[in-house]
Every structure is written in C-alpha cells, then in structure tokens.
C-alpha cells in the first residue's frame, strides 16, 4: 500500500480508541442536557432518553460493549435527524454536525473499541 507515512500503521488501533472517546464525550454532553434541563432540549425531549444516552456514553468512554453501544448511538443520531427533518432543517448547515457524528459511530461499528478499552483483545 502506497502510504507517506507508513511507520504509522502500526499505531491503527488509536483512531478508533479516540473516534470512541469523541463519541461518548459528545453524547455525554447531550444525555447531560437532557437530565439537567428535564428534557428540555433537542431532539427526543425525554430525560429517560437523556439517561440512556448517558450510560451509551459511558459504555463507549470506557470501551464496553463497544459495537453495542455505537448502533444505540447511531439509531440515537438517526432520531436526531429525523426530528431536524421533521423541522425542514434537513439541508441546513447544522446537521452537517450531526451526519459527522453518526458517521462515526457507523465507522465504530466495523472498527471495534481500538486501544484502551475493555472490548479491545489485542487484533485476535
């Protein structure tokens, strides 16, 4: 494979170890929003719905359940969209946030938790 850095190859398991920790952080911040307000944000305005997000963040920081957690957090990013496009925002610039986001959860679909997390056996 033609690459200009080769030599890095043999770290690919930390894109997905902060792909991860971007993920869970970012869905964090949203499920916290969610139970600090009392449901009073965007999206699903529920705060069970922020306390679900709260511990698929938590599953994802820690690196548990890794492909588990990232469907939930995609099927959570595709709820999101759905309810922008419910509000014609569908083509607006804010939701290039999130189709980045989901993007990256799909990505941790296929790429498993990368170092430091609990799922992570190592490239068995």
């Known amino acids: 494979m033609l690459s200009l850095f080769p030599v890095l190859f043999a770290y690919e398991q930390i894109a997905p170890f902060i792909i ?25 305005n529920t705060t069970l719905y922020g306390i679900a997000e709260i511990v698929i963040s938590v599953f994802l920081i820690i690196g548990l359940y890794t492909q588990l957690a ?25 939701i290039n946030y999130y189709v980045l986001l989901l993007t990256m959860a799909v990505a941790l679909i296929f790429l498993g938790p990368g170092f430091w997390g609990i799922d992570y056996t190592g490239g068995l």
Do not use: M, P
């Open 70 to 94: 990232a469907i939930l957090n995609a099927a959570i990013l595709v709820i999101k969209l759905g309810f922008k496009a419910s509000e014609g925002k569908l083509l607006s610039d804010g």
């Open 20 to 44: 991860r920790i971007v993920l869970g952080v970012t869905l964090l911040y949203f499920g916290y929003q969610k139970v600090k307000k009392h449901g009073q944000s965007s999206g699903s």
